[in-house]
């Protein structure tokens, strides 16, 4: 594009665009490329972890009992599950406590990373506007942060987890190794899915208010409180096939390979190789769809 005004042309005949072109000016908030997008949010990485961990400082600020609810919570959460599905209910498909108290913990925490993960992105554009409006920055350093902050939680859940484990009789061995694996390829998963479901819910406010029903739903289809195969096959009397393609279903999949890597005992005593590669293709598939996917509309947060 020629830098100049044609000759004899006044300055009512140049559009606004060819004069910012002229000027060097571009488009405010527009997408940029990909590789540049991946550059610019490595260069807010600070701020990003920042952002996480002032957020999770503040979460419980006004209770009395502050950062201890990190831990409270998910623990309340499945002495409820344990009272109604282990005795009230008999789900335990023929556990023992011993067995059936860590396998419902690591269950409860392990759901509540991907659905904390998965609320808190989809209210992270819509919550957060006025920042998203008054500085430029990559907006998927939002949804990221705040995936952040549910993982610094889980770390907090981990240290209980470990003493539920030591105390129903499951001790530290080379599995437990396998933690690190598998909260890597579930922060992938749950980074995907908050970034989606904040593109999605920057646009459609109700969203918000649907979503608990949701992943209620979803929690009652991947058996955080009980052992999925035996209550479809042995309880429901489902075709297999459902129980495996449940079984397949992301939250299962990361919930199983947990309680492979913690515990010791009837169940479960080993994990196909199949469940492995079904963790590193959700991570891959959904966390890498998911960025892009949020990446497309990088330029109408904000201004739908």
């Known amino acids: 594009m020629s830098q100049t005004t044609r000759v004899g042309a006044s ?8 004069l910012a072109a002229r000027h060097g000016l571009s488009v405010s908030g ?37 950062q201890v609810w990190q831990v409270l919570t998910p623990l309340l959460n499945a002495f409820v599950y344990y009272l109604i599905f282990g005795k009230i ?16 913990v690591t269950g409860v925490f392990v759901f509540a990373f991907t659905q904390s993960s998965i609320m808190s992105g989809t209210k992270s554009i819509a919550n957060n506007l006025g920042l998203v409006r008054a500085l430029h920055f990559p907006r998927a350093s939002l949804p990221i942060a705040f995936c952040l902050q549910q993982l610094q939680q889980l770390l907090y859940s ?10 129903f009789g499951h001790y530290p061995d080379a599995t437990w ?11 992938a998963f749950n980074t995907g899915m908050a970034l989606a479901f904040a593109r999605w819910g920057s646009s459609m406010p109700d ?4 979503m608990p029903f949701v992943l209620r739903t979803a929690m009652y289809f991947s058996g955080v409180m009980f052992p999925l195969r035996h209550m479809l096959e042995e309880r429901a009397n489902a075709p297999g096939w459902v129980a495996d393609v449940l079984a397949a279903n992301p939250a ?28 590193l293709g959700w991570a891959v598939v959904i966390g890498i769809g998911g960025f892009i996917y949020f990446w497309k509309a990088e330029d109408r947060y904000g201004r739908d």
């Open 252 to 279: 299962a999949v990361y919930m199983d390979l947990m309680r492979y890597a913690l515990m010791d005992g009837p169940y479960p005593n080993t994990v196909p190789g199949e469940t492995w590669l079904l963790a």
């Open 207 to 210: 969203l918000v208010q649907i």
């Open 177 to 187: 190794l396998l933690v690190i694996p598998v909260l890597l390829a579930q922060l």
């Open 30 to 66: 527009a997408r940029p490329p990909l590789p540049e997008y991946v550059r610019q949010l490595w260069g807010r990485r600070h701020f990003i972890v920042a952002f996480s961990q002032a957020k999770l400082t503040a979460q419980y600020s006004k209770a009395r009992l502050g």
């Open 89 to 104: 209910i008999g789900a335990k498909g023929g556990m023992s406590d011993e067995d059936y108290v860590p396998f419902l």
């Open 11 to 18: 300055p009512q005949d140049e559009s606004l665009a060819d």
């Open 158 to 167: 981990m240290i209980v987890l470990v003493i539920v484990m030591v105390g």
